[in-house]
Each structure stands twice: as structure tokens, then as C-alpha cells.
């Protein structure tokens, strides 16, 4: 039986993490911190950790691509993407008017992720401009927060799962700024995940450029562009060294035994950048694995 760390339970990557190993019997530990989802692989606790790294609304999660980077070196051994179907949640009945109608303007503070909360912004602008929001670690924990605090005014945005959990009605279902919100998840572990299948590889690397080499970034691009490598993903983060000085976070479409992507890579080193490889791993679209 494996063991994986992830979110608390009612998460949204709770949800993501049940859905790419349906049908196996896993010993999950949920842990209300990311840093904790970590840790819990490198320390040996678990096998595998669920990372979420990016989504079509709000674009990388800045926070968990530094920890990659910065605080862990665990491989990534699988990727897939899942909906991310936000809800409104809380206790109806202490938030109806003298008609027996959810009034809107009863609830006094709206609790969420910053990802989540930042994924429904044109809702809260529309029916909830006079709320306060607060963030927490996980969706899951807003949804218990909002649990633990009855007569409160508070809401939060969650799962149906996670309402369903704490015994919290649905205020209103799918209240996401665009229907398409899908979140990506990362799977980080020292063993490969042979699971499923699929025929589309990626590798995930992390290129930092040598200081003081004007076109340094052209040259490394030019090194996939002639050999037409595909790269689905380029964005820098800071390397926390210098101000100014930046890391290079690459995806590519790609396995990292393909013939043409070692030689690109001996390549870019040899122009005195630094490469360091995070995984190379199976790509799930969402068709691919429901």
C-alpha cells in the first residue's frame, strides 16, 4: 500500500489525488500545511506528496514552485490536471431573510485559499463586496473554520466534498470566474509511478544562466529551437541570492531519454549555465484519466 501526503481531506487536491489513484487502496496522511505535504516525502512518511503547481485562472502557484526549487529536492514523477469546481459554503439557515431567501448581505467574512478566493473574484464583487475575506492554508481548512464558528456571518469557498464532510449546506454551486478552471498537479516522490500509462512525457528542468553573458537566455532557447523541441512552459522565479539573478523553471514536451533533448541540454551547459533536471514523468490531460 502507498502512502501520500496531501491537503487537508474535502481539498481540492484531496479531490485531484482520489481521482489519479481510484481503484487503489492508499494510506493518506492530510496535512493542513503545503511545507508539511513536503516534508512528509523527504522525511520518509509518505511515499509521494500532491503538489498543485499551476492554474488556467491564476497561473503558477508561486509558493510551491519555490519549494521545489528552494527548500526540497524530491523528482517529479507524475503530472495530471483536474477541475477546479469552487463553491460557496456555510449554514443557510442563519444567513435567510424574513422571506426564507439566502441574503447575501448577512454574511460578514468570506474564508479560502488565496487561489480559490482569487478564482471567484467576479462573484464576491458582485453579491459579497461588503465581505471580508481571509485566507487560509487550504480551501478544506476555511470550510472547518466556518464549521467551528456557528452564528459567525462567515462563508467559505470550498468543495461539495468538503461541505459534505462538515455538514455545511451549498449557498451556491460553481462560482469560478470561468468554467475551464483546471488546476495541475504535480506528483513528487523517489519511486516512478507506473500506475497508468500514458503517451505523452514531459521533462521539468530549472536552468540558471551564468552572470554577466549578454543573450544568454536566446542561446539557451535557440538550443531547443533548432532541434525543434516543444517547450510548454517557461517562467523565471528569483533565486533569492541576488537581487536581479533568476532561475529558469522549463517544462518540455518531452521524455528526457528522447534522442534530442540530452544533446540540448549538454548544450546549454556547455554556455556555462547550470541545469538541473526535476523530473522527467507522464503527462495525464484530464480525458485521459477519467
Avoid at 4 to 23: K, M, N, T
Avoid at 86 to 113: A, F, M, P, T, W
Avoid at 172 to 180: F, K, L, P, S
Wanted: charged fraction near 20%; glycine fraction near 6%.
Amino acid at each position: 500500500m502507498k502512502t501520500i501526503a496531501v491537503l487537508p481531506a474535502g481539498s481540492v487536491s484531496d479531490e485531484a489525488a482520489r481521482h489519479l489513484f481510484r481503484g487503489e487502496e492508499i494510506d493518506w496522511k492530510h496535512h493542513r500545511l503545503i511545507s508539511d505535504v513536503f516534508l512528509s516525502t523527504v522525511n520518509g512518511i509518505s511515499d509521494y506528496s500532491i503538489i498543485p503547481i499551476e492554474n488556467t485562472i491564476e497561473g503558477s502557484v508561486s509558493l510551491h514552485m519555490d519549494w521545489l526549487v528552494h527548500e526540497v529536492d524530491i523528482p517529479i514523477q507524475a503530472e495530471w490536471v483536474y477541475p477546479s469546481i469552487q463553491n460557496l459554503i456555510g449554514r443557510q439557515s442563519e444567513l435567510l431573510n424574513g422571506s426564507g431567501e439566502l441574503d447575501y448581505s448577512r454574511i460578514k467574512k468570506v474564508i479560502s485559499h488565496p487561489v480559490a478566493i482569487a478564482q471567484c473574484l467576479q462573484f464576491l464583487r458582485t453579491h459579497l463586496p461588503h465581505a471580508e475575506t481571509e485566507h487560509v492554508s487550504s480551501t478544506a481548512e476555511g470550510v472547518r473554520i466556518v464549521r467551528n464558528n456557528p452564528n459567525a456571518g462567515w462563508a467559505a469557498i470550498g468543495t461539495m466534498t468538503a461541505a459534505a464532510n462538515e455538514s455545511l449546506d451549498v449557498l451556491a454551486r460553481g462560482i469560478t470566474d470561468h468554467d475551464n478552471n483546471y488546476t495541475r498537479f504535480l506528483l513528487v516522490g523517489s519511486e516512478p509511478y507506473t500506475a497508468r500509462q500514458s503517451d505523452t512525457m514531459k521533462t521539468s528542468i530549472l536552468i540558471t544562466l551564468p552572470e554577466d553573458f549578454p543573450g544568454a537566455l536566446h542561446q539557451v532557447l535557440s538550443a531547443f529551437a533548432w532541434r525543434k523541441i516543444n517547450l510548454s512552459r517557461i517562467e523565471s522565479r528569483p533565486t533569492k541570492k541576488k537581487l536581479g539573478n533568476y532561475y529558469f523553471f522549463i517544462d518540455i514536451d518531452m521524455a528526457l531519454d528522447t534522442v534530442l533533448l540530452p544533446a540540448a541540454l549538454q548544450e546549454i551547459e556547455a554556455l556555462g549555465c547550470q541545469v538541473r533536471i526535476l523530473g522527467s514523468y507522464p503527462s495525464f490531460s484530464e480525458d485521459k484519466i477519467l
